[in-house]
């Protein structure tokens, strides 16, 4: 079973403005981590933010926040005044029990 | 710097060789792991390390091998015996295999076939 769906494959913003990632996730453990990397063309996989399942507010980390909605299994990621070095491939991924789980990752292109 | 890195940044392989990708870190971190890419399927897990001379196998093991000699480095050999290894491949580390915390990644090698 799928345990995280990222169901945008590719997505545009106008840069300056706001973009909303989509990432839903599935898992029994009431303990769980939720994260969000970048891959940029150059490969590297890097660490934007994380999400802990007992965590009670949202996580951000500047320009980028995690709006998290546990009843329905979602983690997306908002990214604020989007810049144009913020095209990237977006991955979500998730920590349960003893196991990392990705999704098949959104790609990010902003326009200027 | 403490960080991860993997060698050599390209790689061209001829049907029916060995080649073996190299993964160094010097985090301290216990926990090492291979994955592979493809377009459009995300990261898929090969093999794992959670302490020296100690591995288990992912969910696409085949066609690959190991090992955990020392704590820094966790090479990976893809072997004749895998059919399509053109890919990307990550190495990450995590301080324990229980970490909530994310993965450090190095910047990847990209495997070809020629």
């Known amino acids: 079973a799928q345990k995280i769906t990222q169901t945008q494959p590719g997505m545009f913003v106008q840069e300056k403005e706001a973009v909303t990632l989509d990432c839903t996730y599935d898992t029994s453990d009431p303990s769980y981590g939720l994260f969000w990397y970048k891959q940029p063309s150059s490969g590297e996989m890097i660490f934007l933010i994380y999400q802990g399942s007992y965590d009670q507010q949202n996580a951000t980390e500047g320009r980028y926040s995690l709006n998290f909605q546990k009843a329905r299994k979602s983690a997306n990621l908002v990214i604020s005044a989007s810049q144009l070095g913020d095209s990237a491939m977006y991955f979500c991924?998730?920590?349960?029990?003893?196991?990392?789980?990705f999704g098949t990752g959104t790609s990010l292109t902003v326009i200027p | 710097d403490g960080g991860i890195t993997q060698s050599p940044k390209y790689l061209f392989r001829k049907e029916g060789q060995n080649v073996t990708l190299s993964c160094e870190q010097n985090l301290n971190h216990d926990a090492m792991y291979w994955y592979r890419q493809d377009p459009g399927q995300g990261l898929r897990l090969i093999y794992y390390s959670q302490i020296v001379n100690d591995f288990q196998k992912g969910d696409i093991a085949e066609g690959y091998s190991v090992s955990r000699e020392k704590k820094e480095s966790f090479p990976l050999t893809v072997t004749s015996a895998q059919k399509n290894p053109t890919a990307f491949y990550l190495c990450?580390?995590?301080?324990?295999?229980?970490?909530?915390?994310?993965?450090?990644f190095g910047s990847g090698t990209r495997l070809t076939v020629v």
């Open positions: 991924a998730m920590k349960s029990g003893n196991q990392f789980y």
């Open positions: 990450a580390s995590a301080e324990g295999w229980d970490s909530f915390y994310g993965y450090t």
